[in-house]
């Protein structure tokens, strides 16, 4: 997919589409107002004050008519530069573009417009020449949008759109969003019936259906079966917490903006925990430590809540209520460069296991000018971004560092997925932090019988269940492999009062060799079943007909294919038990 921000034409022919169609909507809607309208990685939006009117499809049809007649017409465009006490003279009924005057330095800040035919707008640039030259363009989409992005403020209307050089190129590109239309997982999820929301339990809080939560509990099991053989021990912690402990941590200070209000109860207050690592602390605190007990490993699954922005919310890789695939290392600071690397290993295991290749690895390290914004202790930082570095480069991985990226208390590693819907974003982490274990005071007896502080490993592989399930129905289309899917095999019967009998014996047979069965004996038309197998994206279709009882055999088809074999009931277990032990994608 184009990213429009980094093409520097694209950007330059999108930002002049974007002012291109507010002129339009001016034509239309006379008291539109306008708030930014900016390029961004998928072609560029514009704010929109409507007043009382509200955009609907056939709006968008309209603004696009309106946006050719005015490309039609050739008007230039024109920069003017203009001082800030001019600005505020001319923009003086705009109160949205008066509030963006008052936020320039009048000293260091070059004020431009840029008019084209009728319709000026304050802007920095650049624009194409002409309006002329903006002719292959398509509105996308609207949504709200609160100004400012702030909850408190006026809800305007956001309308998207993307523009290009050709029509060869913007069709390409129509057909790339269709497609991946198809593959968001919100649309997947409700016709898989993986997960649902509903506005009375609360927006952000998804709930999984039956098939959501078999695809769930075998990703907890699989992760933990990983995790056990490397030492980890798992423990369950309470998804809340006193607001001491977030104190004490510091997230009450530095994170309590994204937090659920605080509540209290008889004399105490307590809040919906956003992170696990102050209950894992207080666990490591529970018992005394030698530096003949460490590394030790504790993960969880863990339920965590954090209050998302109503706009940012969508399906279950943004929400209110997640699960975490968590876990946090105690090592001394000689058992850093082993359990890192074991953890990125651990990473790169299951991305080859899961056939996830289309990712990135970033270091997020300090910003040595800024010395306020990070742990003070020099030493401590360039050991540890050594050692990240040195792990990194003995593994011969390829990676981005990020100066001035990382978390206050350590560097990170973050890997960068790139879904096939939407923008890039983080799938697994493991952060180091030598901050947190000195704040609840955590300790272990080293070899010289004095007390030392443990360092934490932070480390998420699939980072949260939910995000890791919208990622990976999006990377499948649905079509889900055949050891995490649902329902693995459908068994059809071609006339129940013939075949169900047989069918029903190969069902249960299924069943007692661990294969997730389903069987349709509803009295409709094979066809219908078959078609609606497909839908389901079941990987395999048993047919079971008058040939398959009399050889005692079964006949399947492959989701993805229409051709029928014929194989004897051991012959196609084994076959099922291998792709399941390979984790072979569909």
């Known amino acids: 997919m184009v990213n429009f921000k980094e093409s520097s034409e694209l950007n330059t022919l999108n930002h002049s589409c974007a002012h291109l169609m507010a002129q339009a909507i001016k034509h239309l809607y006379p008291n539109a107002l306008f708030w930014v309208g900016p390029v ?46 001019e600005a505020l ?24 417009c840029y008019t084209q035919g009728d319709f000026t707008d304050l802007c920095r640039g650049p624009h194409v020449d002409s309006v002329k030259e903006i002719k292959y363009f398509k509105l996308i989409k609207y949504s709200g949008a609160y100004w400012k992005g702030d909850s408190k403020n006026k809800m305007l209307q956001r309308i998207y759109g993307v523009c290009f050089k050709t029509q060869e190129d913007l069709d390409k590109h129509l057909e790339e969003l269709e497609s991946a239309k198809m593959r968001d997982h919100r649309k997947l999820g409700k016709e898989l019936g993986i997960f649902v929301t509903n506005d009375l339990v609360g927006k952000g809080l998804p709930m999984y259906l039956p098939n959501g939560y078999i695809i769930w509990e075998i990703l907890e099991n699989y992760i933990k079966e990983k995790e056990k053989k490397l ?22 200070d530095h994170y309590k903006d994204n937090m659920f209000p605080k509540m209290e109860v008889e004399g105490e207050e307590f809040v919906l925990r956003p992170m696990n690592c102050p209950h894992h602390m207080m666990i490591y605190d529970n018992s005394l430590h030698s530096y003949k007990d460490l590394p030790i490993r504790i993960g969880e699954i863990a339920r965590d809540c954090r209050f998302e922005a109503s706009g940012a919310l969508k399906g279950i890789e943004r929400v209110r209520t ?71 480069d003995d593994l011969k991985i390829d990676y981005v560092s990020k100066i001035g990226e990382a978390a206050f208390y350590g560097p990170k590693l973050d890997v960068q997925v790139r879904p096939a819907v939407g923008n890039e974003y983080t799938l697994s982490t493991c952060q180091l932090d030598f901050c947190l274990p000195m704040k609840f005071n955590l300790t272990y007896v080293d070899k010289d019988g004095t007390k030392k502080t443990p360092v934490v490993l932070h480390r998420a592989v699939f980072g949260s269940l939910d995000r890791f399930i919208a990622y990976y129905l999006e990377e499948t289309k649905g079509a889900l492999p055949l050891w995490l899917t649902p329902v693995q095999v459908n068994v059809v019967p071609v006339n129940n009062q013939y075949h169900l009998e047989y069918a029903s014996k190969i069902k249960e047979k299924l069943y007692n060799d661990k294969i997730r069965v389903m069987m349709d004996d509803r009295e409709e038309k094979l066809g219908y079943k078959l078609r609606e197998s497909v839908m389901k994206k079941v990987p395999y279709t048993l047919i079971i007909g008058q040939k398959e009882v009399d050889e005692e055999k079964i006949s399947y088809r492959k989701y993805g294919s229409e051709e029928t074999v014929t194989l004897s009931y051991s012959e196609f277990i084994d076959k099922l038990n291998k792709e399941i032990e390979n984790k072979e994608l569909l």
Not at 231 to 252: A, D, I, M, R
Not at 345 to 371: A, C, G, H, Q
């Open 40 to 85: 961004i990685e998928e072609g560029f939006y514009y704010d929109v004050d409507l007043g009382d009117n509200v955009i609907h499809d056939e709006d968008l049809e309209k603004i696009e008519r309106e946006m050719k007649k005015i490309s039609k017409d050739g008007k230039r465009i024109y920069r003017e530069e203009i001082s800030k006490k």
């Open 89 to 112: 003279e001319r923009f003086k009924n705009d109160p949205y573009k008066i509030d963006l005057i008052n936020r320039m330095d009048e000293a260091n800040t070059v004020i431009s």
């Open 231 to 252: 030492g980890y021990l798992h423990v369950l912690t309470p998804p809340l917490g006193n607001v001491e402990l977030y104190k004490t941590s510091g997230h009450w």
């Open 322 to 392: 997640f699960c975490q695939n968590d876990a946090h290392l105690f090592v001394t600071p000689e058992q850093i460069e082993s359990e890192f690397a074991s953890v990125v290993n651990l990473i790169l295991e299951v991305y080859k296991e899961m056939s996830i290749t289309n990712y990135r690895f970033e270091l997020s390290l300090r910003d040595p000018e800024d010395k306020v914004k990070y742990y003070p202790d020099d030493d401590m930082w360039n050991k540890a971004e050594d050692t990240l570095r040195k792990v990194l």
